[in-house]
């Protein structure tokens, strides 16, 4: 069974626009961590970020912001004031203590289109 | 650091071969760990390694092996090629937990890109 959902396939927006990408993740650990990553045209996996299931504070970098509540086993991700280098897809993970702290379980993806 | 690299870039196969894909990572990490990455279906899990000479089955093991008789490499083999192993496979490394955290990110190499007709 799919643990992280991404329903978005592709969000599509003009320059300066904000997006906002939705996770909703699957588990019964209490101890469990969520990662994003990036993935441009270019293909390589960036890492965005990583919250552990105890840390619930948002977190804003730059014009990237996260939103994780676990009452709705979310972990949402923004980008405000979006530009052309934005596009790529945007993958969500998680990682469970129950089954090991080496896999990671992806989501779908995201694909975000920023058109000038 | 290089950090982690695979080789080749690109490979096409045909329908029955048998090949190599390298992985290597300079970080003294204990985990690693191989996807592919299908259109539409994300990132999934192949094999893991939580160390030298420890290795587990993930989401999709069949028709792959792999072993890690070192710290720093992580082959994986594809015995018997299929073209519903067209994909592009990545390698990912990551440190292991730690009194800080009990986990921490992937670094991933640049993936493989693998035809087989």
């Known amino acids: 069974a799919q643990k992280v959902t991404q329903a978005q396939t592709e969000i599509s927006v003009v320059e300066k626009e904000d997006v906002t990408l939705d996770c909703v993740y699957e588990t019964r650990d209490t101890t469990y961590y969520l990662f994003w990553y990036k993935q441009p045209p270019s293909g390589e996996l960036v890492f965005l970020i990583r919250?552990?299931?105890?840390?619930?504070q948002n977190e804003i970098s730059g014009r990237y912001s996260w939103n994780f509540q676990k009452s709705t086993s979310s972990f949402n991700f923004t980008i405000t004031a979006s530009q052309v280098v934005d596009s790529a897809v945007y993958f969500c993970a998680l990682s469970e203590e129950t089954d090991s702290w080496g896999k990671l379980q992806f989501g779908a993806g995201t694909q975000v289109v920023v058109t000038p | 650091n290089a950090g982690v690299t695979q080789t080749p870039k690109f490979q096409v196969l045909k329908t029955g071969q048998s090949m190599t894909l390298q992985c290597a990572q300079d970080m003294n990490h204990e985990y690693m760990s191989w996807y592919r990455q299908d259109p539409g279906m994300g990132l999934r899990l192949i094999h893991y390694s939580v160390g030298a000479g420890i290795t587990d089955q993930g989401e999709v093991p069949n028709g792959y092996n792999v072993s890690r008789s070192t710290t720093e490499d992580f082959p994986l083999r594809l015995l018997s090629a299929a073209p519903s192993q067209t994909s592009v496979y990545f390698c990912a490394s990551s440190r292991s937990g730690t009194s800080g955290a009990l986990a921490y990110e992937q670094y991933f190499g640049p993936g493989t890109r693998l035809t087989v007709t």
């Open positions: 919250r552990n299931s105890f840390d619930e």
